[in-house]
């Protein structure tokens, strides 16, 4: 397990191999992460769902902590699931509208 | 959020989907072999027996198991008690059975040993929702529905017990069709179309990224379709004519306007393409439009159109309400919530320790739309049957039917087989720690 020098990047890249169980598009280009920090006791994740009555967000909330305690070592792992600001599509990425085909209502 | 609680999520709506797909298999069977029951009338036993093996068996078991999965998560709380959800589930697995023999058989006493267990499981569904809608303290439209729709359900049954306690006994002063229509509208127009009314509008949205611009033709589509039913099952009973207009005219009038709602909403989607689920759903949706024209239609039997000797009677009525409407709205959900479910139970555990698949991973869509489709195109030779009575479009229908749930219930089959046998991706694995 790395301990030390985390990398908050590293973690956006194992988010983002997790895809939200009904679109198959990976959480992170959902725009369901709002932050990851890093320090040397904590590793915080401030996330969000697409909507609150999300009936997979148990499931992906309990995932993005499994995810980042393969990487956290020794640190608290905290991923605070928020609701506001509120999740739009706005925060979907390119790659999630051209899977989406979201593009055609822009 | 609890990891136990989570893990328990999803095996009773699970299991109502089973039990609705069980049933699909075993209706259509009844159907396929004696396709010819579609031509006699709708108080025959045989009619009735056919008809309770559909709405109880596929369309209640699925809706109900899906309010037990949608209420929670729709109200953004719990479901009040599940070991209740379980009693209701025995109670319905074993009752609906006996009830079908019981009606094919007309026999009436063996009805009510049957009928009345699966009353009994059906008031533990209605206080189950109604305790969760309120722990939820939502107030909105669809938390109404929930409510009104269970409400309904409840009332439906418990005519239904009375209708069968009249045939023994014969009590009331009406004449015992009207009282099996009144029944009929009940359930149809109450239960379902207030479920549709509702929580379509929080569903929908969650499946297409979209969102609901305006909840108020929500609202009044909602209510201005109760204030026709209230009135539509006495109108029938007392075969009240101009009522009974009145009120199918009312439901009409809510249902466009929710239809416009729903336009609305869906025009909002960011996930522009729908999968062969959801676009059943809609078609089944648009199809129950025409219910209540058809209905006005029945009402004024010296129209062109009204019934009576070769005229437009109930049973195509029936087989557009059913097979054209309420059967792919269903099946719709069917699609939907058998993969997610199967997902939650197989996936649900492993999401961020393994690479996981999605829900819609799980499906065949091109299996899944070619089932679909043959379910649909069973639609017209069906109703052009029950209309004009004629075996052979009564039997190409059936059989396309057919083969349209045994292509569905196979895809079903491959989906579930995730349950014992998960597979996980090669691809997308994330990176060592």
Known sequence: ?106 | MAASWLATQGRLPLAFMLLGLGWLGVATAMLALSPGVLALSHAAPAVVALTHAWVLGVFVSVATGAIYQIAPVALGTTLWRERLGWWHFALQSISIPGMVYAFSRWDMATLGLFASPFALGIGLFAINTWKTVRNSGRHDAVAWSLQLAALWLLLTVVVGLVAAANRLWTFLPFDPITVLRAHAHLGLGGFFLTLLQGVTFRLVPMFTLGDVPDWRPVRSGLWLSQFGLISLAPALLLQWNLLASASAVLVLAGMLSSGHAFRRTLATRKKRALDPGLRAFLAGCGALLLAPILGLLLLWPASPWGSGGGGFGAMPYAVALLVGGLLPVIVGMLCKVIPFLTWMIAYGPKVGRVPTPSAGALTAPRLEAWALSLQGSAVVPLFIGAWTQEPWLLSLGACLLAAGVMLFVYHAGLVLRHLWAPRIPASAAPPSP
């Open chain 1, 1 to 106: 397990m790395i301990t030390t020098d985390l990398n908050p990047a590293t973690l956006w890249q194992a988010l983002r191999a997790i895809p939200d169980p009904e679109f198959g598009v990976s959480i992170v280009d959902l725009g369901l992460i709002y932050s990851v920090e890093c320090t040397p006791d904590l590793v915080q994740v401030v996330m969000t769902l697409t909507t609150s009555s999300c009936p997979s967000g148990g499931w992906i909330h309990e995932g993005v902590r499994a995810a980042v305690e393969q990487f956290a070592g020794s640190r608290e792992v905290q991923v605070d699931l928020v609701f506001e600001p509120a999740w739009t599509t706005d925060r979907l990425s390119a790659e999630a509208r051209r899977v989406l085909g979201g593009d055609e209502t822009q």
